[in-house]
């Protein structure tokens, strides 16, 4: 069944003003129930944690909801794998610290310069504080996908570790995770997954993949700033955990340090109760062949990932026309219609003869809102030769984005580029 965006956009208050959002992938607009969700804790059950009177009581049977809830989201096996944390690159650095006490002087690790620098850099000064070498598997710049044979010379080397992202938060492609982790593990790396870009685009399953560890952030899939770390339960079971006394020894306490953004967790819960409505409204039973069995609201994630998925491959499709017949556009990363379900809808292009930020604060004048620069992702303007000329204009509507919205960005783009030249 196709969304119905009206009935969606009424989830979202923020698109009541006149603005179209394509900033999404730096983060999406909150959906009405996580809003919910966070001023019903504050008003009801405001207390901090494992005390022995209601609020308590209920903020911690709330709290363990939001973890089960999260585990149900990526399809991890219990909810003592789920932790949270202020956000994506804070999870990082904290539990790299972990990780890395195992390394030894010598050994290698492994990142991909196709990542967030989130994911690169808090490696690089865990291997630095080890005597650990880092090894770069390179992308093909021509289309932005990994090159798998770099990354096969790469772990060919036997790294302890790879931390590799699911999707590009700069040129939206999508990595045949399966595939990598596969090869990872056969040379005894762990698999350090970066989902923040592709969490609200499509379907994960942790089990399937067999990721070792993911991290994602909530206010990318329609919550609040909150971070979200999956890990085996064995593999956190046996991490050195920095934190302080008394706090637990078992996980996920042991790595969620001090008293955490409660109504932020209430706030997550939301966001899966807002999927878990989009799974419910308009999703549709999955193939036969599929090897997801669900039941309940693990079925109804699934199905809400995969409807959201359906929609954005469409809208991706329009903006590539768009994109494409623009006279002075240049389009960083995959460009065929046709390979659209290997990416997600983040375009990067830049404009000829215009510095990005010029174009950004264009399209802004017209109260459409994109961004430009790195974006964190410095490793691929580098790559590309961007960075010292102001990175890339990027661009990324989600499910709630319509294709109306995407024509008027089409018009007031042709509109930039034929006043500054680039006319035929």
């Not at 490696?123 to 990354?151: C, I, K, Y």
């Not at 490793?379 to 294709?403: A, F, I, K, Q």
């Amino acid at each position: 069944m196709d969304l119905n965006i009206d009935l969606i956009r009424k989830q979202f208050p923020a698109l009541n003003r006149p603005a179209i959002f394509f900033d999404n992938p730096g983060g999406t607009q909150i959906a009405q129930p996580s809003l919910d969700r966070m001023v019903r804790y504050l008003n009801e059950c405001n207390a901090n944690h494992d005390g022995a009177f209601a609020t308590s009581r209920a903020s911690d049977a709330l709290l363990h909801e939001a973890h089960q809830a999260m585990a149900e989201l990526l399809n991890a096996s219990r909810a003592e794998e789920i932790i949270f944390g202020a956000n994506m690159t804070t999870l990082t650095l904290h539990i790299s610290r972990s990780i890395s006490r195992a390394w030894r002087a010598g050994e290698k690790i492994a990142v991909t310069n196709l990542d967030h620098d989130a994911n690169i850099t808090p490696w690089t000064l865990a291997a630095a504080d080890r005597g650990v070498q880092v090894l770069r598997v390179d992308f093909h710049p021509e289309e932005g996908t990994l090159n798998l044979d770099s990354m096969q010379q790469v772990l060919d080397q036997k790294p302890r570790l790879l931390a590799v992202g699911y999707a590009s938060n700069a040129l939206g492609t999508i990595n045949p995770l399966e595939k990598i982790i596969a090869m990872a593990h056969d040379v005894g790396a762990l698999v350090y997954v970066d989902a923040v870009q592709y969490a609200p685009h499509g379907p994960i399953d942790v089990l399937g993949l067999d990721c070792d560890f993911l991290v994602c952030s909530a206010y990318k899939f329609f919550g609040p700033h909150a971070g979200i770390l999956y890990g085996k339960y064995a593999l956190l079971e046996e991490l050195f955990p920095y934190k302080v006394r008394p706090a637990s020894n078992e996980p996920p306490g042991k790595f969620e340090t001090g008293t955490q953004n409660h109504e932020g967790l209430a706030g997550v819960l939301g966001a899966v109760d807002y999927l878990e409505w989009v799974g419910q409204t308009f999703g549709e039973p999955l193939p036969q062949e599929s090897p997801w069995k669900f039941q309940g609201r693990r079925l109804h994630l699934k199905q809400a990932m995969l409807a959201i998925q359906n929609h954005e491959h469409q809208i991706s499709r329009m903006l590539l026309d768009i994109l494409e017949e623009t006279p002075g556009i240049t389009i960083y990363g995959l460009r065929d219609p046709d390979r659209v379900a290997e990416r997600v809808p983040t375009f990067a292009f830049r404009l000829k003869g215009m510095h990005p930020r010029k174009v950004a604060e264009a399209l802004d004048k017209q109260n459409i809102y994109v961004w430009d620069g790195n974006y964190y992702a410095v490793s691929v303007t580098e790559r590309l030769g961007l960075e010292d000329s102001g990175g890339m204009v990027r661009v990324g509507p989600v499910h709630y984005n319509t294709p109306e919205e995407v024509k008027r960005f089409g018009e007031v783009l042709a509109q930039i580029a034929h006043t500054h030249g680039n006319h035929e």
